[in-house]
């Protein structure tokens, strides 16, 4: 019985510290230099979704809109992020998806387009 207490409290600090590479992290880091990803609309509906993670992570993680919200097509949205590797992606509602690997640049800016 010990044993598998014990099991248990391993399996949820195993869990707990591998928390960043499943929902993509913080988009800031402390004390790291930040840049500025904006992602470009060029689909035909709205992107409903925007996922990016540190290149380092095992999953693009949760979508960075708030619930409901959306970018129009042909509308923009920036985030502030560490600089450095970031795998981004957005999709729509059972539509249109794409993924890229980008570098944003410290005290810069990267534009990220998806299109159809």
């Known amino acids: 019985m010990k044993t598998i ?4 409290i391993a399996l949820v ?3 707990a510290a591998g928390c960043d590479t499943l929902t993509g992290g913080d988009l800031v880091r402390p004390g790291t230099a ?3 990803l ?16 540190e290149c380092s992570a095992m999953s693009y993680g949760f979508n960075r809109l708030e619930a ?9 949205r920036s985030f502030t992020v560490s600089a450095g590797c970031w ?6 509602w059972a539509g249109v998806e794409g993924y890229k690997r980008v570098n944003v640049p410290a005290y810069g800016s990267m534009t990220l ?3 159809e």
């Open 68 to 76: 409901g919200d959306y970018i129009p097509q042909g509308g923009a």
């Open 13 to 15: 600090a195993l869990a």
């Open 34 to 36: 930040t840049g500025t």
């Open 87 to 92: 795998d981004v992606g957005g999709g729509e």
């Open 38 to 53: 904006t992602i470009v609309n060029a689909t035909y509906g709205n992107l409903d979704a925007i996922v990016m993670s």
């Open 5 to 8: 207490g014990l099991s248990a």
């Open 113 to 115: 387009t998806i299109t």
